[in-house]
């Protein structure tokens, strides 16, 4: 099966610096990469996603960019805020075989003030 | 649409006890999704549904978790008996489901599940 791994577990930033995000997977089938922001005590909730047709997508102050060759995906925000701390988890899904997410450990990221 | 609905939203209970999660998917999703989440393991996918039907349970975690979706805008997960471990928050996530093109998945609020 699919396997996904996530780096860093933790990351600080001073407000206004970007943060990058890194994720690999395994399987070369996989065809959906969405992100997922979780705030404390919330559930998750998609930011952005990208499928395997395209290589980059942006989405104001955060984009994703995806490299199908080496299978790794990166999450990326510029001018970080401090409403951006919070956890955040990437995935990877076949979308012809049912649509399960596979999801990383998650990055628990801290925008300092 | 109300989105994806969880009930209870929290449940404390002693082991060996029966838990009974409920979750109502959004009208017109064909996939529902059961996760469990801990600071150890993460989120964890348990099992997953298709136009109501089972298609992937092997990330229950024994025979004393069990998930049924009787139609298609209900489902409950069934933890028979309940031990201490067993402590997290539970959630439903829907999507439109496979095929559809649409392939985000929903969270419900989730259930915080204690067990003492």
């Known amino acids: 099966g699919e396997n996904v791994e996530q780096h860093p577990s933790t990351l600080s930033v001073q407000e206004g610096d970007s943060a990058v995000i890194k994720c690999t997977y395994s399987d070369s089938a996989s065809n959906y990469f969405p992100w997922y922001k979780q705030e404390l005590g919330k559930r998750p909730q998609l930011i952005i996603d990208i499928r395997s047709n395209v290589g980059e997508k942006k989405d104001q102050r955060i984009a994703v960019t995806l490299n199908k060759t080496a299978k790794h995906f990166s999450l990326h925000i510029t001018e970080t805020q401090p409403e951006d701390s919070a956890v955040y988890f990437c995935?990877?899904?076949?979308?012809?075989?049912?649509?399960?997410?596979?999801f990383g450990t998650g990055t628990s990221l801290t925008v300092i003030p | 649409d109300a989105g994806v609905i969880q009930s209870p939203r929290h449940e404390v209970t002693e082991m060996g006890q029966e838990v009974t999660l409920r979750c109502k998917p959004i009208?017109?999703?064909?996939?529902l999704f059961w996760y469990r989440q801990t600071m150890m393991r993460g989120l964890e996918l348990l099992i997953y549904?298709?136009?109501?039907?089972?298609?992937?349970d092997s990330g229950m975690p024994e025979d004393r978790f069990s998930a049924k979706m009787p139609n298609a805008s209900f489902s409950t997960l069934k933890i028979q008996p309940s031990e201490p471990r067993d402590s997290a928050v539970y959630f439903c996530?829907?999507?439109?489901?496979?095929?559809?093109?649409?392939?985000?998945?929903?969270f419900g609020p989730g259930t915080r599940l204690t067990v003492t």
């Open positions: 995935a990877a899904s076949r979308t012809n075989t049912g649509n399960q997410f596979y």
């Open positions: 009208s017109g999703h064909n996939s």
């Open positions: 996530a829907s999507s439109m489901g496979a095929g559809t093109g649409e392939y985000e998945q929903y």
């Open positions: 549904f298709n136009n109501n039907v089972p298609i992937d």
